[in-house]
């Protein structure tokens, strides 16, 4: 844990995670970064939308998917519904990154659009805790329909 003998964050198959960043706040968007890089992650900051779809393009390998919810291109549940269109294989979480008032609308519309949220400001140990929990949740194996 951040603080404690840093525990890396590794995907389920133990390979350094690669988390997506949109925020057009470059202070906030350069906090993300260096907390993520703490973490163990490679983290890829995008200030738009359309930058952070193109990467989802290229970009094989995007485990996770941080939004600030005060990006300004872009209503940031249409982004987040954009982001789960362009991922095949619909596992990729997505984390909300709210102010404090407006966390609530985040968690409300979580389950159409965002895996989790986290209210500004936040502490490190939560948003590390965050991340892992929405990698762990990658690596769970799927109930059979059975």
């Known amino acids: 844990m951040p603080g404690d003998a ?3 964050l590794r995907t389920h198959e133990g390979r350094e995670p690669v988390i997506a960043v ?3 706040n470059p202070s906030t968007s350069a906090v993300l ?4 890089q703490q ?3 490679r983290v890829i900051a ?8 193109a990467l989802l393009r290229q970009e094989q390998t995007v485990d996770l998917m941080a939004i600030d919810l005060g990006i300004t291109d872009m209503d940031p549940y249409v982004a987040a519904q954009l982001v789960r269109m362009l991922d095949k294989a619909n596992v990729m979480p997505i984390i909300a990154i709210a102010d404090a008032e407006t966390v609530t609308d985040a968690v409300g519309a979580r389950g159409a659009c965002f895996n989790h949220a986290v209210a500004k400001p936040y502490s490190p140990r939560e948003l590390y ?3 892992e929990t929405a990698l762990i949740r990658v ?3 799927a109930l059979p329909l059975t």
């Open 22 to 24: 949109i925020d057009s």
């Open 6 to 8: 840093v525990r890396g």
């Open 129 to 131: 805790a965050a991340f």
């Open 33 to 36: 970064v260096m907390l993520g």
């Open 46 to 53: 995008n200030r738009s939308v359309e930058a952070a779809l």
């Open 39 to 41: 973490f163990g992650c």
């Open 139 to 141: 690596a769970e194996p």
